[in-house]
């Protein structure tokens, strides 16, 4: 049975009007890489002039949209009807529809939006810290609650090792976040804010997450502790970290 | 051409049809009903869920391969209090060629035995596939499969091992298309038919479905239902839909049209094994619904049903 074949070329008319208009305009050429048989063939260049086909196209791509604009909704805003566009057409040139999980696939999109970032290929001020805060909003909302981790305590010389705690989030900001989310929130896209350095904290609890901009010095504290298996410290924590562990930001666990 | 006539299974599945708790008014449920179904359990009599939306697949290889979402049993137990729960499954693409996940089918029974359902349904379609690339990609639809008998006779395989692993009805869902492959084999009705009388497996009628296929290709919708054998329908979806440039889209966008409830009507004295049917919104259209209009929505599929 060549339905295989025939399933790879039907889901490419849907997803590609390119391929269907290359299949009606030429169908022994365009279909020659599939394994079919000869009523597959007829099938598919019957198919390829079928209008139908428009509104496969679409509800495939409102879907695989929607992905990210459920997960991922103000960093949508914030790179506009066009930038978003631009991004989306090359990363769905260049990564297929892989499966229907939401925060699988604003990873990958997301993945693609910083190395773009990074190389310099996406001019945007504000992309970047709002699309980190809701990377940091996706992880959140899978964490169990208030749960620690279950190596601690990791292995290593006996002290204390103080770690960001694993339902907390610290996100690094060029503006200030309650005016960038403010404006978001509103509907509206940020523009012209100073520029300073800013953090953002998340906290989950309870399946929400509260969003706390905190001061720099905190926020350079808290990064600090995140990520990796934190820092060990041999004595009694400095005093500015055995605030935050008493807020419950950080968590310090003693190893034998 | 003359097929041969497998052994029948109706004598094993159509006893487990007839036996199945007429549930009544169900909700499919939406992220965004959360707290919908929590305030309104008056409104309805089981909640349907789509189980793949409260659990992460991290792929065949990984391991464990599902894993909970937060806070997803809680919920889930907390609704189980009061009101039992159906499953709905959206991951099984039982029509891929060559692909058919036998894991999927486990973490199905899991659940099964986790949650009670006293049915659990797919769709009759595929939406997912090996690429040429080597990558598995999932088109992010229902697609349809050809009405051929070697694709009926894949089902029929897949159906079975999905009998043995899981063990309550399995009810495969009819497709809504919005472009007809050619020169099939059956008729969808005839399909369906077949993959009933040979597997025992039961039927959820998306009505809106046929209301939709109907309506974009221009057919009687009386014309499939008088030829489906509707003694297998266990399950009855409701849902509207939206015109995008002059198609009509089964877009689980608003309340349910008047065709689809006068096919409800025609439906229910022919459909013996009935045990529920469930309203469909999807989450992003539900603040546009709303919760009055949604009541609304399910205190009418109550009335038509007519079940005390």
């Known amino acids: 049975m060549s339905l295989r074949g025939f399933q790879q070329a039907l889901s490419e008319l849907v997803m590609s009007p390119r391929f269907r208009s290359r299949v009606a305009e030429g169908p022994g050429e365009a279909l020659a890489a599939y394994d079919l048989s000869d009523q597959e063939r007829r099938r598919l260049e019957s198919l390829a002039h079928d209008a139908g086909m428009k509104t496969g196209t679409l509800i495939h791509r409102s879907f695989r949209l929607s992905m990210l604009s459920n997960t991922l909704p103000r960093t949508c805003k914030v790179l506009g009807t066009q930038g978003l566009k631009e991004l989306i057409d090359a990363y769905w040139r260049d990564h297929l529809p892989r499966n229907y999980v939401y925060a699988q696939e604003a990873r990958r999109f997301a993945a693609f939006v910083l190395e773009r970032l990074r190389a310099g290929e996406v001019a945007n001020d504000y992309v970047e810290e709002v699309l980190e805060t809701e990377l940091a909003l996706l992880a959140l909302g899978e964490e169990p609650p208030w749960q620690l981790p279950r190596d601690e305590p990791p292995a290593g010389p006996a002290g204390w090792t103080s770690r960001l705690h694993p339902s907390c989030r610290i996100v690094p900001f060029r503006h200030d976040p309650d005016r960038v989310l403010g404006t978001l929130a509103q509907g509206n896209v940020p523009a012209d804010l100073p520029v300073g350095e800013f953090y953002l904290l998340l906290v989950g609890r309870d399946g929400t997450v509260d969003l706390k901009p905190v001061s720099r010095e905190q926020g350079r504290l808290l990064q600090a502790y995140d990520g990796g298996g934190g820092r060990v410290e041999p004595g009694p924590a400095p005093p500015e970290v055995g605030e935050l562990v008493r807020t419950g930001y950080l968590v310090r666990l003693l190893r034998p | ?308």
């Open chain 2, 1 to 308: 051409m003359l097929e041969l006539i497998q052994p029948s299974a109706t004598a094993r599945g159509a006893d487990r049809l007839t036996s199945l708790p007429k549930l009544g008014v169900g909700l499919s449920y939406q992220g965004t009903l959360r707290g919908f179904v929590l305030e309104n359990l008056d409104a309805f009599d089981f909640l349907e869920i789509i189980p793949d939306m409260f659990w992460q697949d991290q792929g065949p290889a990984a391991s464990p391969r599902y894993e909970d979402r937060a806070n997803a049993r809680p919920y889930l137990d907390q609704v189980a209090e009061h009101r039992p729960i159906v499953a709905h499954s959206i991951g099984l693409s039982i029509g891929s060629a060559e692909l058919f996940d036998t894991g999927h089918v486990a973490q199905i029974a899991a659940w099964q035995s986790r949650h009670g359902f006293p049915w659990h349904s797919d769709h009759l379609s595929f939406n997912r596939l090996d690429h040429p690339t080597g990558h598995t990609l999932d088109v992010g639809f229902t697609m349809p499969v050809p009405y051929d008998r070697a694709v009926l006779d894949m089902m029929v395989e897949r159906v079975e091992h999905i009998h043995s692993r899981v063990p309550v009805p399995f009810l495969l869902e009819n497709n809504v298309y919005y472009f007809k492959i050619p020169e099939q084999d059956m008729t969808e009705a005839e399909f369906l038919n077949r993959l009933t009388e040979r597997t025992g497996c039961g039927l959820l009628l998306d009505l809106h479905n046929v209301h939709v296929n109907a309506t974009n290709h221009g057919f009687d919708p009386w014309e499939l239902l008088d030829a489906l054998d509707l003694t297998r329908v266990v399950e009855i979806h409701l849902g509207g839909g939206l015109t995008v440039d002059g198609v009509y889209l089964d877009a689980h966008s608003g309340p349910c049209p008047d065709e689809v409830w006068r096919l409800l009507e025609g439906v229910l004295p022919r459909a013996p094994n009935l045990a529920g049917v469930v309203f469909e919104v999807f989450g992003n259209y539900y603040p546009s619904l709303g919760p009055e209009r949604l009541r609304q929505e399910l205190a009418t599929a109550r009335s038509v049903l007519g079940w005390s």
